[in-house]
């Protein structure tokens, strides 16, 4: 080995080279409202119903109990008198046309129901993904569902000569909804009003908790009809019903029907609950409740979420029922 001899370095080692994991596959979407697609479970669930099957399967049999009663006593009737068979059949088919009227009416009553509900959640769908088909659709389905009302001519007009100038969905949505509820939520929140201020003022009035009871259940029954009609459903037996059900869940899951401390420091900021009597406080809770339902209601019959406009509030409402009650007080006990 010479001096000119250089040792040779050793291999210098290259870092290993990993190969990069593949990415995740992004998550899929969340489903949309009203799809059942999505849930397949669920949809098969819907398509048959041990109970729906069970009171169709009674229905059936107490109209045809109803019948066949009808038919022997008919029968009878011609076998004692023609001429009171006769008039026994034509008030049978009377009440056969009658009852089929019904029928229909409740039927038509809640496919109304269900179509707002259709049209809410495209709305809502509609407002979160910016969808002109949607925005395109509900402008389609609020006139139809208006279209034979007078008072909302002028609206639907005003709708039919912007709505084309009007390109993104949100602003057509937002536009819709100031030029068709603005004056239904008017007179939606006049009928709340009035209708807790009746209770408050009734329930105080009434000796025993079985009237309240029974005042408390009518009043919110055609203050619920009254707001149905009024966005366009026009409800009724078992569409009054069905909306209640509707309403009450609408509670259950906002979580609202209790009282909020605010809403009760408005009345013991006032000093009221030290000046009124105990019926008059149970009044006045019962109209707030009463208040409560018919914004809930609002939620469910009214057609477009609030959006643009502000939905009316309860404390708003709570504190009328405040104020007149405290102004009833101070005319029935002047100052000295």
Known sequence: MTIDDKPEKPAIRQPRVFAAPPPAPPPPPPPEDGDDETIPHLAERRRFSWGGLFWSATGGLISMAIGYS??????????????LGWLALGL?????????????????????????????????????????????????????????????????TLLSQHDSQIMDPRDRLKLMERLLMQELDRDAARLIARSARRVSIVTAVLPTAYLDVLVVASQNMMMLRGLASLYGVRPHLFGTMKLARMVVTHLAVTGSIAFTDALMQQFIGRGLVGRVSARVGEGAINGIMTARIGLAAMDVVRPLPFRSLRKPSLSSIASRIGERAAKDIDEDNPPA
Request: glycine letters at 2%; a neutral charge.
């Open 70 to 83: 009808a038919y022997r006593f008919v029968e009878d009737l011609f076998a004692r008198e023609d001429w």
């Open 92 to 156: 049978a088919c009377a009440a056969g046309v009658a009852a089929a009227v019904i029928i229909i009416r409740e039927i038509w009553a809640l496919f109304r129901l269900e179509k707002i509900g259709e049209i809410r959640a495209i709305a809502d769908r509609a407002f979160r993904h910016d969808s002109a088909p949607d925005a395109k659709a509900i402008s389609d389905n609020l006139r139809a569902l208006y279209r034979s009302r007078p008072d909302m001519a002028n609206a639907l």
